[in-house]
């Protein structure tokens, strides 16, 4: 997992992560820091190390203020829900939906694109939402990266190593035991 200098991951959903190769590599070169390493042995015929399982970068990342327009953005900023029956689905049954569809002037843009379910995209079809009467739960927007970042903390990938589990969640209230 790679964390920014200030050992905050540089992106939850999807987590950041490395192939071990990159990783040896930025360490030789002095880009990163180890901050933990796996039971792991990595050999070359002159030397050995433990394989790091969390690096921070030496110098800060900026995060970029403005998300990509992306697919997975999208459906990240509507938290993997259609946006017409309100009920969660998995990336292959997700499309976009245009609230303004492209034939009537609608254009591919944050403030016109919505999750839809395949079901509810083939109800809508080609109709403005007054036409179908279907309506999105909520104005689109355009987020910025914190929000994302925000909303990604929130789906946890499959598989989390036990010792990324500090840096993911340091930040987020504890419960009482």
């Known amino acids: 997992m790679v964390l920014n200098a200030d050992f905050r991951p540089l992106s939850y959903f999807p987590l950041s992560l490395w192939s071990w190769q990159e990783t040896i590599k930025a360490v030789f070169l002095g880009r990163v820091q180890v901050v933990q390493e796996y039971d792991r042995l990595v050999r070359s015929p002159t030397w050995e190390m433990k394989l790091p399982s969390v690096i921070s970068l030496k110098k800060y990342a900026p995060m970029e203020r403005s998300p990509a327009f992306t697919r997975f953005n999208v459906f990240l900023r509507d938290h993997f829900k259609c946006q017409y029956c309100a009920t969660p689905h998995p990336t292959n ?16 843009t944050w403030q016109n694109v919505v999750t839809a379910c395949s079901g509810c995209n083939l109800i809508k079809g080609n109709r403005l939402p007054q036409e179908a009467g279907m309506f999105p739960s909520y104005k689109p927007y355009r987020p910025n990266s914190h929000e994302l970042q925000e909303i990604g903390r929130s789906f946890p990938p499959n598989y989390l190593h036990e010792s990324w589990r500090d840096y993911l969640y340091w930040d987020t209230e504890l419960d009482p035991a």
């Open 93 to 108: 049954d997700l499309t976009f939906d245009h609230i303004i569809p492209r034939s009537k002037g609608g254009r591919t």
